[in-house]
């Protein structure tokens, strides 16, 4: 007989079969993507993977509560690309994907700083009229 203080329960059974079904797809496939070959050079895509799951349940069975009972789980994967590998001649390397964000918070800060430069000038020319 089971004992009922290990025996599983419904949302333990439902993470542990999310679980394993994230396991099977948390594959080298998934971050090194299908190589690709053209011209004699190969290309393995790289990303960086994510993955997180959760879940819980929970029964009616204290005074003032409907009986009942519920059980709920969510799981996410987050893949980005990062960079390829470069297969040349015998010889590897990886090629980064730069961030095109860098230089976007750049040009924006230049612009506030030269929008707030100019502010004083207008608030005197505003006084001026």
């Known amino acids: 007989m089971e004992n009922p203080a290990t025996a599983a329960t419904p949302a333990q059974s439902l993470l542990e079969r999310l679980g394993q079904q994230l396991s099977t797809t948390a594959t080298a496939q998934a971050v090194y993507g299908t190589p690709v070959e053209r011209d004699g050079i190969t290309v393995i895509p790289v990303a960086r993977a994510r993955y997180g799951f959760g879940g819980g349940g929970g029964g009616g069975t204290e005074a003032g509560e409907a009986a009942g009972s519920g059980l709920g789980a969510g799981a996410g994967v987050s893949l980005t690309p ?3 590998i470069e297969l040349r001649e015998g010889r590897s390397r990886f090629r980064p994907i730069r961030s095109s964000v860098v230089p976007l ?3 924006s800060g230049a612009i506030a700083w030269l929008l707030l430069r100019s502010v ?4 005197n020319n505003r006084k001026d009229s």
């Not at 004083?120 to 608030?123: I, V």
């Open 120 to 123: 004083p000038r207008l608030l």
């Open 105 to 107: 918070v750049a040009v």
């Open 82 to 84: 990062v960079g390829y």
